[in-house]
């Protein structure tokens, strides 16, 4: 039986506008809807906002994982395999980046020019350094060079010239200095001159030298 009087007017209010039940719920209700909705915003806010991490990781499809780490000193980034050796460690600091490598090869190449350039450079191989060059070799050195090798040294080329611009030629042997020649010359040049590579061949061709 439909209803009427006042009790039709209440129903059809209520089915028109459905926050009109409020009353039903009772100030708790509404109070605790508000108070997700605000909740809700908040946790939007902070995850568009960047608010940095002290430590992260990511395993790629590849089975490589990668760790960042926040430091006081320095921040690190390691790259480990799949099996977990570490292939890669970057350690950014106030001094800037180190690098260190820890897999069985590392392979640097430059289709054009690779430049190396510090106050200070060491090359340390605990076994066997091997330097090649498909053309020319040129040292330029403002300070003294010195030697030292514990072993044999071999000196092998197509023709070999020495030359001192300064003073004087010294060998010295705690056994025998063997000389051997098809003609072994001494002051064959009675005005000798430097060779034409030097770095004074200029200077005594324009009558400065030394």
Same mark, same amino acid.
């Given at each position: 039986?439909? #209803? ?68 006081? +000193? ?9 099996? @977990? ?11 800037? #980046? ?34 090649? +060059? @498909? @053309? ?11 030697? +030292? ?40 040049? #009675? +005005? ?19």
């Amino acid at each position: 039986m439909p #209803p009427s009087g006042a009790n039709h007017t209440a129903a059809a209010h209520t089915a028109a506008n459905p926050t009109a039940s409020a009353p039903l719920e009772g100030a708790g209700a509404r109070a605790a809807r508000g108070a997700d909705s605000s909740f809700d915003l908040v946790v939007d806010l902070a995850a568009a906002v960047d608010l940095g991490v002290d430590r992260e990781s990511v395993t790629l499809s590849s089975g490589r994982r990668y760790e960042l780490e926040a430091g006081d +000193c320095a921040d690190r980034l390691v790259v480990r395999s799949r099996s @977990g050796q570490v292939l890669l460690r970057l350690e950014v600091g106030e001094r800037g #980046p180190v690098l260190s490598f820890d897999s069985a090869e590392v392979e640097l190449r430059a289709r054009d020019r690779l430049k190396l350039s510090a106050p200070e450079l060491t090359l340390r191989a605990d076994d066997k350094l091997t330097v090649e +060059c @498909g @053309g020319d070799v040129e040292e330029r050195i403002a300070g003294d060079h010195h030697t +030292c090798v514990q072993g044999d040294e071999r000196l092998e080329a197509g023709s070999v010239q020495l030359q001192a611009n300064d003073d004087d030629v010294k060998v010295r042997a705690v056994n025998t200095i063997a000389l051997d020649g098809e003609h072994i010359g001494l002051n064959d040049e #009675p +005005c000798p001159t430097p060779f034409d590579w030097s770095a004074i061949a200029d200077e005594h061709a324009d009558g400065g030298a030394r």
